[in-house]
Structures are given as C-alpha cells and as structure tokens.
C-alpha cells in the first residue's frame, strides 16, 4: 500500500531560522512528488514537482529536494508569512493516472 | 483563468437534509476530485473523474455520498440524507498533463460544511 508520512507535524520557528520539512514515501515506483502549501480557509495551493531523485526545485526562500525514499522542503530565512500547512503528495506508478495520495502535513509557524 | 469556483462557501444544514455541493474546473483540465478535510483524518480523496468519467469512487465512505460530472465544466457532489459526522471541508480540484502541466492538482476554495 501508498504511504507518505511527513514529519513533524509542527514546527515553530524564530524569523530567519532556516529548517526543514521531511516527507517519507513508500511507492511502488514514483511517477512524481508534489509539494503544496495549503493557508487557514484555504484550497491547497501547487509549488514544485519532483520527478527523479537528486532532483532539486527554487522557488524564494523553498527549495525542495528529492531522494529514493523521502523529500525535504528546506526554508532558508523564513519570515511571519510563510506560516502555513505544507502538504506531500506522490503519484505512484502502478494508479489510474492522475491520482495522488498525500500525505497529513506539516503546520508551520514563524514567530517575528 | 479563474481557478476552480466552488459553491457554495459555507453550507449549514440539518441532519436529514439533502445537501448539494457545486465545483467549475479550471478550463481544459480533464481530471477532477473531490476531497474531504478534516482535523482528524486529514485530506481524504472521495471520487476522481478523467474527461467526465467516474474512475474511482473507492473513498465515497458510503450510499449517501454521490457525485456526478454531467459535462467537462460542472461537477455536484451530493449527501443525501446528510449527518453530523459529514461536517468537513469539501475541496474540488482539476487537473491535466498537457500543455507542460504533469497532474499537479490545483484547488478551489472548499466549501465548509456544517451538520446539526
């Protein structure tokens, strides 16, 4: 069976203290990992896929990164605003395409 | 492109009562889902459809939970009779693997459900 298990669960972090974010995946083959941030009343919203291992996606101060059996969300100097739930989510190869199992997420908050 | 739009925001309902759910892909995209959130189980995948076609229903939790896609811009998830339990955020997401997309799925705004 899919599984993808993110870690921790919450992070609090001081302004400008850079971390990361873990996601743990057991596929029977990876078609793709998806990252996403999902704010308080709100539909999650896309960041990065990953394809391959050793693969590596920027965008400001995320980058996102990708291994055989796990991913991280590195953030580097965060600010108050980038509190937010970060969801996982992969796309095995043996689904109907299209279909991702995510993962619970991980809920972070940056205190000024 | 406006997003996915969901209707309605907010829906407060009785027990027994027939509740209706509305969602309007983003335009060209060919998949869609409904999810379930809540605190306790987290985002919960219901049905899924490719081009209006019901593929997998296998998280519907049970008869009362229907969904229909009758054309490429429209989907209804329906409870009918609804219960406390059904409380949740219902999210509707699309997406596609053409034109460079590669089924990142992008959400509407959910629409909020209460059960009394």
């Known amino acids: 069976e899919d599984q993808v298990t993110q870690s921790p669960e919450a992070l609090r972090l001081q302004e400008g203290e850079s971390s990361s974010l873990n996601c743990s995946y057991t596929?029977?083959?990876?078609?793709?990992l998806f990252w996403y941030r999902q704010d308080p009343g709100k539909g999650p919203e896309f960041l990065f896929t990953?394809?391959?291992a050793g693969e590596e996606k920027e965008k400001e101060r995320l980058k996102a990164t990708l291994t055989k059996k796990e991913s991280f969300l590195h953030i580097t100097a965060p600010k108050p605003e980038d509190s937010a739930t970060y969801l996982c989510a992969v796309r095995p190869q043996n689904t109907n395409a299209g279909k991702s199992t995510f993962g619970d997420g991980t809920t972070l908050t940056v205190k000024p | 492109d406006a997003g996915v739009i969901q209707s309605p925001r907010h829906e407060v309902t009785e027990m027994g009562q027939e509740v209706t759910l509305r969602c309007k892909p983003i335009?060209?995209?060919?998949?869609l889902f409904w999810y379930r959130q809540t605190m306790m189980r987290g985002l919960e995948l219901l049905i899924y459809f490719n081009n209006n076609v019901p593929i997998d229903d296998s998280g519907m939790p049970e008869d009362r939970f229907s969904a229909k896609m009758p054309n490429a811009s429209f989907s209804t998830l329906k409870i009918q009779p609804s219960e406390p339990r059904d409380s949740a955020v219902y999210f509707c997401a699309s997406s596609t693997h053409r034109r460079s997309s590669s089924y990142e799925q992008y959400f509407g705004p959910g629409t909020r459900l209460t059960v009394t």
């Open positions: 335009s060209g995209h060919d998949y």
């Open positions: 990953l394809y391959s």
């Open positions: 596929v029977s083959g990876l078609r793709g």
